[in-house]
């Protein structure tokens, strides 16, 4: 029973949630950025040229009989992922300088904590000081 306690306590623990719920909505988030990169960025950045970037290939043997089973080097699709890669990671870069900017925002417009009483230790100290002042 010692494993069973152990895990549902780590599974209820506010770590794990929060954990869990990045991770989905890291998700939806990545389906958001490859979205905007393919079907908004990469169309802006073949119309120079009005190049697909993923159909270049460079054939190393060719099958005459059989043209699909010829032996391919397809740099055009490793192109379009680093592009991608390139465009997420600028986009990701976009987004925590934002968060940082907000978040210093938000922590200069917090109110700074009031100062801590003094202590017990320091109230006994101060009532000694001042019955030693009186005599």
Do not use: C, H, W
């Not at 989905?24 to 970037?53: E, R």
């Not at 270049?56 to 060719?62: G, H, P, T």
């Not at 990701?92 to 109110?111: C, G, H, I, Q, T």
């Amino acid at each position: 029973m010692g494993l069973i306690k152990e895990f549902k306590e780590f599974a209820l623990k506010g770590n794990f949630f929060d954990m869990a719920i990045g991770v989905v909505i890291g998700g939806a988030f990545g389906t958001i950025v490859t979205s905007l990169i393919k079907d908004i960025i990469m169309p802006v950045v073949s119309l120079p040229g009005n190049v697909d970037f993923t159909k270049s290939l460079i054939v190393l043997k060719e099958n005459a009989a059989d043209p699909a089973k010829s032996i391919t080097l397809n740099y055009g699709a490793f192109v379009t992922v680093l592009i991608n890669f390139l465009i997420l990671a600028f986009v990701l870069f976009l987004v925590v300088k934002m968060y940082n900017a907000a978040r210093k925002k938000f922590e200069a417009e917090k109110p700074a904590p009031a100062p801590a009483g003094p202590t017990a230790d320091q109230k006994l100290l101060m009532e000694i000081r001042d019955l030693l002042a009186k005599r």
